[in-house]
């Protein structure tokens, strides 16, 4: 129903009244010569019908012979619309342009959707394929899928298998990541030890292959073999295996920082200043007029960018500069301490622990700097292998 619809308004239709003493007389003479009439209805004073717009002045004569009149309520279609809108141009014209530049806007990739990653950063994946060309704004005939998925995995060995589907103006990335074989850790021409990598006291061992000198509560010292790689059966005769275990000891850790009561820090120097930019297909068009001279050594800047009308392509880019001066500054003990804190959670955020049984922390303000002193009891793995050379 709804093409039948839409073929009726391309071809114009028009909605006449039937007068007179018999007006189901025209509705006949009109099947009969096959002139296309549908929606006839009866009202007070006729019948009202509709027809095609170049099918109408074939009505006139039928009118006539059968004694009936017919007026004209309504003309509907694209027929009309061109005529009334016939001397605007430029209604025409952009009209036409909108067309034009949306078949234009379909022939090219808009969205880079990056799916399958675990460890690796999408964002990693759309850098490396916009140097390999594909990026938004690229025409997709431009684009080899197979081309680029053999390049990919060239360029970048941490993937396994890579698709590139171009669905629309959408890039889909389908990619796996390559998963590492691990190193074989008993070769037969290799042996080694497991040695502790700090002092502490063990509260879990777990031996995968070799022979345990140490048990559950005793204390180790840093470089003490825990677990032998030369064993000894029961016949008196000795074999060399590479030790691996898993040794979970509790651990005291002292950690200190120090942070200087005065510090150079950037403070704002002036207003900030509104720069805008017209980003069309990437490239950044200016909209102020640039100033010559009078510009400050340092600042900062912030960029925000919005989508224009929704238009793919096209985006307005605004910058704020902000005058930056270099001071010294003298910190409160408060703010010293918290500065101090933060980089001790820095120090000690790539540390593995496994879970930590108490802490403690000391401060020693002082005139010309703040020292922190943390002390800390821990459990964590620390099982080291260690190769044993043979000659």
């Known amino acids: 129903m709804f093409l039948l619809t839409w073929l009726r308004w391309l071809r114009g239709t028009v909605t006449f009244l039937i007068t007179g003493a018999f007006p189901e007389r025209l509705v006949n003479l009109c099947i009969r010569s096959r002139l296309p009439v549908w929606g006839v209805s009866r009202r007070k004073d006729g019948l009202i019908a509709h027809t095609y717009a170049r099918q109408y002045r074939r009505l006139r004569p039928m009118a006539r012979a059968s004694r009936t009149k017919i007026r004209v309520r309504e003309r509907r279609g694209l027929p009309f619309w061109q005529y009334r809108y016939r001397h605007r141009w430029g209604l025409m014209a952009g009209g036409a342009g909108a067309v034009l530049l949306l078949i234009f806007l379909s022939t090219r990739i808009w969205i880079i959707d990056v799916r399958g990653c675990d460890k690796i950063e999408p964002r990693d994946i759309t850098s490396q394929l916009s140097a390999l060309g594909l990026r938004p704004g690229v025409a997709a005939r431009e684009i080899d899928s197979r081309l680029m998925q053999r390049q990919m995995l060239l360029l970048d060995d941490r993937l396994a298998w890579i698709a590139i589907n171009l669905v629309g103006s959408t890039a889909?990335?389908?990619?796996?990541?390559?998963?590492?074989?691990?190193?074989?850790?008993?070769?037969?021409?290799?042996?080694g030890n497991v040695v502790a990598a700090c002092d502490g006291q063990i509260k879990y061992l777990e031996v995968y292959e070799g022979q345990p000198l140490v048990r559950v509560g005793d204390t180790v010292s840093k470089g003490e073999v825990i677990v032998s790689g030369i064993m000894e059966d029961q016949y008196g005769n000795t074999q060399l295996r590479y030790a691996r275990a898993k040794v979970i000891a509790q651990v005291q850790e002292e950690q200190t920082v120090e942070v200087p009561m005065e510090q150079a820090q950037w403070v704002t120097s002036?207003?900030?200043?509104?720069?805008?930019?017209?980003?069309?297909?990437?490239?950044?068009?200016p909209l102020f007029l640039p100033v010559f001279g009078g510009e400050e050594e340092a600042f900062s800047v912030s960029r925000e960018e919005c989508s224009l009308m929704g238009i793919p392509?096209?985006?307005?880019?605004?910058?704020?500069?902000?005058?930056?001066?270099?001071?010294?500054?003298?910190?409160?003990?408060?703010?010293?301490?918290?500065?101090?804190?933060?980089?001790?959670?820095?120090?000690?955020?790539?540390?593995?622990?496994?879970?930590?049984?108490?802490?403690?922390?000391?401060?020693?303000?002082?005139?010309?700097?703040?020292?922190?002193?943390?002390?800390?009891?821990?459990?964590?793995?620390?099982?080291v292998e260690a190769e044993i050379f043979l000659n």
């Open 172 to 191: 889909q990335i389908e990619v796996r990541e390559r998963v590492r074989i691990p190193e074989r850790l008993d070769p037969k021409d290799r042996a």
């Open 270 to 285: 002036g207003d900030p200043r509104q720069r805008s930019y017209l980003s069309v297909f990437g490239r950044e068009l």
């Open 313 to 383: 392509g096209l985006s307005l880019v605004g910058e704020t500069h902000t005058p930056m001066r270099l001071e010294t500054v003298r910190l409160t003990e408060l703010q010293a301490k918290e500065a101090a804190m933060y980089q001790m959670k820095l120090m000690t955020e790539g540390d593995e622990v496994l879970s930590i049984v108490r802490r403690t922390a000391s401060s020693d303000p002082r005139e010309n700097c703040y020292r922190l002193t943390e002390h800390r009891i821990v459990e964590k793995d620390i099982a």
